[in-house]
């Protein structure tokens, strides 16, 4: 038995729960490959591009990616191992196959990885930030593997920074019994155009916290794919974003129950204001037919501030045992509208604080769940950066 | 002594097809510690004065004036005249997702007062007011109207008169979709606010139930966008027996 929702029409909610559904284009079935000859250049109506605008993000489609564009920095908790190895090195590429056209390129034309290992039983005491700073729009690749070893725990932080046009592969490995948080932040400077294919694997009794957050550059797209390897594994997706005038945001991820007795829990929230902005979120779930027990919810919810921007969210959930312990998912686009603002400000409050109250309350449960202090209180700071920007568009372009 | 003071006061909505004249020519005075009743047929435009007066931006003042304690209160906006200590209980609150009661009626309190309430005190005011209510203290946690039963709204707009103490509120029909229990216990929270701040109340109306626990000086009948004649309590009495025909069609006639 094979069950598929897609609510790529539905506008507002409904969270509800699946026994069993019905499937269009299975997960599973999904061509996955290194070779560039397999995932050629999309044109665009592709399933997985349908939302995205191919044009901008031609130069990652190309094979030619260099490896200028990018500086990376790391600063690592002292438990923490880093180095930076050739591509022939045998620890990349064990955390699954691309699965678009911009994880192959990546994977192709990267020059040296960089390697972050948390040692079998360390316990790291701080956080290890990565920075990727974009320093030329020189179409590039780059390549980052976090390895947390069995029954490690560490907090890995990787930054986008600054101008870049950038290809990126980051490969999670997250070994028995280790608890593993990678907080992926996207604060680009405009005109930046990035696509990352995260690819995690999570072993016997692991659990990965896995956070995007993403503010800035001109097009982003994330595909976070999970995939457990044994029992008891356990993942926990967030998401954040936050998308201005003329950006396109994308986040498409992918959760492989493959095994019994796991349990993913997905959680993205977005707003958007401004003429032209777009998010999409896609969340691909597929229970396969000897993952009994599994256990998954998935919910995205978007805001939206200002008239002109768009919000796709295709929850889609496939199930292939009739074995679960729970599946669900949930999705709304709800405006912030402007009787909400009125009620609020009829209350003495002006406006630039009720926009406030509103945009923290959506985001507010969500931040906390991070659990990494510095990460919450950089994300507060850039969403109030948000709301100054929301205002002057406010201000700037008065609409009825 | 304070005065809310209307004249002359002619609103327009902003439709599709182009504005719509809504209110033609309102003339309406309260002061400090009165209460007015406003009755009159279904969209006679007892929402929309409600409306214009607080500032909602769909309605547009075409003519006239309003003053607040001699302020011009039609120059101000919305939140401004919230803070010169105009309140609107809303004949449909809105919800406000992810932002708690509590979160909120602190915000409002200090964007009103200009300064935060007292941490120890508030706590009690607002615990107090609720039970006075008989709004469960859960209610203090929830998001704001949201998920709010029709009377539980309503409440939560009395609450909100009570802890903001304003100098003039208007409560449009604040005693719809209240049961026997709940119109009494509402009714009681207006009372308490008349007592304690010596407010104003423009209070709008379908029914006289609500005339038997809050005592109105004045009643007006509304209708086409003005008042059509006003009077004691007794007018009110009168209306429910006679409803508004007299009215209605001496309108009909004066414009035929
Ligand atoms: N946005 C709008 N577009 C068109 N007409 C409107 C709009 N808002 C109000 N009106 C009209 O203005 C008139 C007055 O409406 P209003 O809500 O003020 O009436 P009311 O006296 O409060 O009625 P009720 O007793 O039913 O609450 C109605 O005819 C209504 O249809
Ligand atoms: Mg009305």
Request: aromatic share 6%; hydrophobic share 40%.
């Given at each position: 038995m094979?069950?598929t929702?897609?609510?790529?029409?539905a506008?507002a909610?409904?969270?509800h729960?699946?026994?069993?559904?019905?499937?269009q284009?299975?997960?599973?079935?999904?061509?996955t490959?290194f070779?560039?000859?397999?995932i050629?250049v999309p044109?665009?109506?592709e399933?997985?591009?349908?939302?995205?605008?191919?044009?901008?993000?031609q130069?990652l489609?190309?094979?030619?990616?260099?490896s200028?564009?990018?500086t990376?920095?790391?600063?690592a908790?002292?438990e923490?191992?880093?180095?930076?190895?050739a591509?022939?090195d045998?620890?990349l590429?064990t955390?699954?196959?691309?699965?678009?056209?911009?994880?192959?390129?990546?994977?192709?034309?990267?020059?040296q990885?960089t390697?972050?290992t948390?040692?079998?039983?360390a316990i790291?005491?701080d956080v290890t930030?990565?920075r990727?700073q974009g320093v030329s729009t020189d179409a590039?690749a780059?390549?980052?593997?976090?390895?947390a070893e069995r029954h490690?725990?560490?907090?890995?932080?990787?930054?986008?920074n600054?101008?870049?046009?950038?290809s990126?592969?980051v490969e999670?490995?997250v070994?028995d019994?280790?608890?593993?948080?990678?907080?992926s932040v996207?604060?680009w400077a405009?005109?930046?155009?990035?696509?990352?294919?995260?690819?995690?694997?999570i072993g016997?009794d692991?659990k990965l916290k896995?956070?995007v957050v993403t503010?800035?550059?001109d097009v982003?797209r994330i595909?976070?794919?999970?995939?457990?390897?044994?029992?008891?594994?356990?993942?926990?997706?967030v998401?954040?974003?936050?998308a201005?005038?003329?950006q396109h945001?994308?986040?498409?991820?992918?959760v492989d129950h493959a095994?019994?007795e796991?349990k993913?829990?997905?959680t993205?929230k977005?707003?958007?204001?401004?003429?032209?902005?777009?998010t999409?979120?896609v969340?691909d779930v597929?229970?396969?037919?000897?993952?009994?027990?599994?256990?998954?919810?998935?919910?995205?919810?978007n805001?939206?501030?200002?008239?002109g921007?768009?919000?796709?969210?295709?929850p889609n959930?496939e199930?292939?045992?009739g074995?679960?312990?729970?599946?669900g998912?949930?999705s709304?686009?709800g405006?912030?509208?402007?009787?909400?603002?009125f009620?609020?400000?009829?209350r003495?409050i002006?406006?630039?604080?009720a926009?406030?109250l509103v945009?923290?309350?959506f985001?507010a449960e969500?931040?906390h769940?991070?659990?990494?202090?510095?990460?919450?209180e950089r994300?507060?700071?850039?969403?109030?950066a948000?709301?100054?920007?929301?205002m002057?568009?406010?201000t700037g372009a008065p609409?009825? | 002594m304070?005065?809310?003071?209307?004249?002359?006061?002619h609103?327009?909505?902003e439709?599709k097809e182009?504005?719509?004249p809504i209110?033609r020519?309102?003339d309406?005075?309260?002061?400090?510690?009165?209460?007015?009743a406003?009755?009159g047929?279904?969209g006679?435009?007892k929402?929309?004065?409600?409306s214009?007066?607080?500032g909602?931006?769909k309605?547009?003042?075409?003519?006239g004036?309003v003053?607040?304690?001699?302020?011009?209160l039609l120059?101000?906006?919305v939140?401004?005249?919230?803070?010169?200590?105009?309140?609107l209980a809303?004949q449909y609150?809105v919800?406000v997702?992810?932002?708690?009661?509590a979160?909120?009626?602190?915000t409002?309190?200090?964007?009103?007062?200009g300064?935060?309430p007292?941490?120890?005190t508030?706590?009690?005011?607002?615990k107090g007011?609720?039970?006075n209510?008989r709004m469960?203290p859960?209610?203090?946690e929830?998001?704001?109207?949201?998920?709010?039963?029709g009377?539980e709204?309503k409440?939560?707009?009395?609450?909100?008169?009570e802890?903001f103490?304003?100098r003039?509120?208007?409560?449009?029909?604040?005693?719809s979709?209240?049961?026997?229990d709940?119109?009494?216990i509402?009714?009681?929270?207006?009372?308490?606010?008349?007592?304690?701040?010596e407010?104003?109340?423009?209070l709008?109306?379908h029914?006289?139930r609500i005339?038997?626990y809050?005592?109105p000086?004045?009643?007006h009948?509304?209708v086409?966008?003005?008042?059509?004649?006003e009077?004691?309590?007794?007018?009110a009495?009168?209306?429910?027996?006679?409803?508004?025909?007299?009215?209605?069609?001496?309108?009909?006639?004066a414009?035929?």
């Amino acid at each position: 038995m094979t069950l598929t929702t897609d609510h790529s029409r539905a506008v507002a909610d409904g969270a509800h729960s699946h026994g069993a559904v019905k499937p269009q284009g299975s997960r599973a079935e999904r061509l996955t490959s290194f070779s560039l000859e397999d995932i050629p250049v999309p044109n665009g109506r592709e399933e997985e591009w349908r939302f995205s605008p191919a044009d901008r993000l031609q130069p990652l489609f190309q094979s030619d990616l260099g490896s200028s564009g990018v500086t990376v920095e790391v600063t690592a908790a002292p438990e923490v191992k880093v180095e930076t190895v050739a591509r022939d090195d045998a620890r990349l590429g064990t955390a699954g196959k691309p699965g678009d056209r911009t994880a192959v390129t990546a994977w192709n034309a990267f020059q040296q990885a960089t390697v972050v290992t948390v040692p079998a039983e360390a316990i790291a005491s701080d956080v290890t930030s990565v920075r990727l700073q974009g320093v030329s729009t020189d179409a590039t690749a780059a390549h980052v593997l976090v390895r947390a070893e069995r029954h490690s725990e560490a907090v890995v932080v990787i930054d986008h920074n600054g101008v870049g046009s950038l290809s990126e592969t980051v490969e999670i490995v997250v070994e028995d019994g280790a608890h593993l948080t990678v907080v992926s932040v996207q604060d680009w400077a405009e005109g930046a155009v990035h696509a990352s294919s995260h690819r995690a694997r999570i072993g016997r009794d692991a659990k990965l916290k896995h956070v995007v957050v993403t503010f800035g550059g001109d097009v982003v797209r994330i595909t976070p794919d999970a995939e457990f390897t044994a029992e008891g594994g356990d993942v926990e997706m967030v998401g954040l974003y936050f998308a201005d005038t003329d950006q396109h945001q994308e986040h498409r991820l992918f959760v492989d129950h493959a095994v019994p007795e796991c349990k993913s829990r997905v959680t993205y929230k977005g707003a958007l204001q401004g003429s032209g902005a777009h998010t999409v979120w896609v969340g691909d779930v597929l229970i396969r037919a000897n993952a009994e027990n599994t256990d998954t919810y998935e919910l995205n919810r978007n805001l939206v501030l200002t008239d002109g921007a768009r919000a796709d969210s295709v929850p889609n959930l496939e199930i292939e045992t009739g074995e679960i312990a729970g599946a669900g998912h949930a999705s709304a686009t709800g405006r912030f509208d402007d009787e909400q603002l009125f009620y609020l400000q009829a209350r003495g409050i002006p406006e630039i604080e009720a926009r406030r109250l509103v945009v923290r309350g959506f985001f507010a449960e969500l931040i906390h769940e991070i659990g990494v202090p510095s990460v919450e209180e950089r994300l507060l700071a850039s969403i109030e950066a948000e709301l100054e920007k929301s205002m002057s568009v406010i201000t700037g372009a008065p609409t009825a | 002594m304070p005065t809310l003071e209307i004249r002359d006061l002619h609103v327009s909505v902003e439709t599709k097809e182009g504005p719509k004249p809504i209110l033609r020519g309102v003339d309406l005075t309260i002061a400090s510690g009165e209460t007015h009743a406003i009755m009159g047929p279904n969209g006679s435009g007892k929402s929309t004065l409600a409306s214009a007066l607080a500032g909602h931006p769909k309605y547009t003042v075409t003519s006239g004036t309003v003053t607040l304690d001699g302020e011009d209160l039609l120059a101000m906006t919305v939140d401004e005249r919230a803070r010169a200590g105009l309140f609107l209980a809303m004949q449909y609150p809105v919800e406000v997702t992810g932002v708690s009661v509590a979160n909120f009626l602190r915000t409002a309190k200090t964007a009103i007062d200009g300064t935060a309430p007292a941490l120890r005190t508030w706590g009690k005011e607002v615990k107090g007011a609720m039970e006075n209510l008989r709004m469960d203290p859960a209610f203090a946690e929830r998001s704001v109207n949201e998920g709010f039963s029709g009377g539980e709204k309503k409440r939560h707009e009395i609450l909100q008169m009570e802890l903001f103490k304003p100098r003039f509120a208007i409560l449009d029909e604040t005693d719809s979709g209240l049961d026997v229990d709940a119109l009494r216990i509402v009714s009681e929270g207006v009372n308490r606010a008349k007592e304690n701040t010596e407010v104003g109340v423009l209070l709008i109306t379908h029914y006289t139930r609500i005339l038997r626990y809050i005592k109105p000086d004045f009643v007006h009948v509304f209708v086409d966008g003005k008042i059509a004649e006003e009077g004691g309590s007794e007018l009110a009495d009168r209306l429910e027996e006679e409803g508004y025909d007299k009215y209605v069609g001496a309108n009909a006639t004066a414009t035929a």
